[in-house]
């Protein structure tokens, strides 16, 4: 299985790099049998974002990926809205994947407590850490039961990393900001047949 995850992409803020996304999204679905949209696909609900995110869809339809796109929900009630506003588009809270690496949890994270406190100096991989140990341990009713052996794919924070250890990976964002740099845009690509399964891949690297 070959799966492409990516998220906090913000189609309608002014700064996200969205024609990128765009392009990035059509190349990725070439190689992949899954594309997984981990929350903030959309910044608002304002018909200018509606109109971008239909176009996105309409591209879908055009390059063949429309079947291939699963949106998970971000922390943003008016995303839900619309995204549930169009039809056929698949979606849930999280998406659980079985691969011949293991399981792998998606989700956004701010619906498991997931943030940091950047101003105290504590690391992003920290809060994730946290994040995933505590859900761990305190299972919630809407998700599977994980364990440390499972892979947790994480948006939300707007920082990309990969906590090898706990199996934790965060993938970025679409919005570039000053303290961000360039570490925009990448989508997480995995491939369950290969030695190194996990790669990042950026917009500009195709
Ligand atoms: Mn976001």
Request: charged letters at 25%.
């Amino acid at each position: 299985m070959r799966i492409a995850i990516t998220s906090d992409v913000h189609i309608g803020r002014k700064e996200a790099l969205v024609n990128e996304f765009f392009d990035a999204s059509v190349a990725i679905s070439k190689l992949s049998d899954i594309i997984i949209i981990a929350g903030d696909v959309v910044d608002n609900d304002l018909p200018a974002t509606r109109e971008l995110f239909s176009k996105y869809l309409v591209l879908a339809e055009d390059y063949g990926f429309f079947e291939k796109l699963f949106f998970v929900y971000g922390g943003m009630k008016h995303e839900i809205k619309l995204l549930h506003s169009f039809p056929d588009l698949l979606m849930n809270d999280f998406c659980l994947l079985s691969t011949k690496i293991g399981r792998i949890l998606v989700i956004h994270g701010n619906n498991i407590g997931l943030y940091y406190r950047s101003e105290e100096g504590e690391h992003a991989k920290l809060g994730a850490e946290r994040a995933k140990r505590q859900l761990i341990a305190k299972p919630v009713s809407w998700l599977p039961k994980i364990n440390e052996e499972d892979y947790l794919i994480l948006g939300h924070l707007h920082k990309r990393f990969y906590h090898e250890p706990m199996k934790i990976y965060c993938t970025g964002c679409w919005v570039p900001t000053a303290d961000e740099g360039n570490d925009t845009g990448y989508f997480i690509f995995i491939d369950d047949q290969e030695k190194n399964p996990f790669t990042a891949k950026r917009f500009n690297s195709f």
